[in-house]
């Protein structure tokens, strides 16, 4: 839980149902965050949050994107 108060714009995470996205906004008074799915924005509560992934490993994933 400690990962989520240190959201910040630009960071990759993984949902608990599985969708991966980019955090374009934080709202820490109403607890949500806004995801960037490919260009479509959503919102879910911080606690919809699996997993923040490491920013080497989500610069990485980006690469390869770029590269296909």
Not at 9 to 26: A, C, N, Q, S
Request: proline content about 1%; charged content about 30%; aromatic content about 6%.
């Amino acid at each position: 839980m400690e990962s989520l108060n240190k959201l910040q714009k630009g960071y990759e995470v993984i949902t608990i149902g599985g969708l991966y996205g980019t955090v374009d906004e934080v709202d820490t008074d109403k607890r949500t965050v806004v995801l960037d799915v490919d260009g479509v924005y959503l919102t879910f509560e911080l606690t919809a949050i699996k997993t923040v992934l490491p920013q080497a490993e989500a610069e990485a994933s980006e690469e390869s994107a770029i590269e296909e």
